[in-house]
């Protein structure tokens, strides 16, 4: 859920203990996810995105511009199959 929440424009904490998956390593390396393994820092970062609506619609457009970046899986999917 941690990717699609990102790509959906919500701020995003990551405090699972293992390892990241590449997926996840992608979306930190943008900026989408934060990841954060201290509860006190997490608290404290959450309090800090809750109260600025300005970051909030900040990361908003920052992964509206990733998403729009993507390629449609649809339509690969179809081109595979078609060929």
Same mark, same amino acid.
């Given at each position: 859920?941690?990717? =699609?929440?990102?790509?959906l424009?919500? &701020?995003?904490?990551s405090y699972?203990? $293992? +390892?990241?998956t590449?997926? =996840?390593?992608?979306?930190?390396?943008?900026g989408?996810v +934060?990841?954060?393994?201290?509860?006190g @820092?997490?608290? /404290?970062r959450?309090?800090?995105i809750? $109260?600025?609506? =300005?970051?909030?619609e900040?990361?908003?457009?920052k992964s @509206?511009?990733l998403?729009?970046?993507?390629e449609? &899986?649809? @339509?690969?999917i179809? /081109?595979?199959?078609? @060929?």
């Amino acid at each position: 859920m941690t990717a =699609e929440a990102a790509l959906l424009g919500v &701020p995003v904490i990551s405090y699972y203990p $293992g +390892e990241p998956t590449f997926v =996840e390593k992608f979306l930190i390396n943008y900026g989408l996810v +934060e990841r954060i393994l201290d509860s006190g @820092r997490i608290a /404290q970062r959450t309090h800090a995105i809750c $109260g600025s609506q =300005e970051f909030r619609e900040f990361y908003q457009r920052k992964s @509206r511009k990733l998403v729009h970046s993507m390629e449609d &899986p649809i @339509r690969v999917i179809v /081109q595979k199959i078609k @060929r």
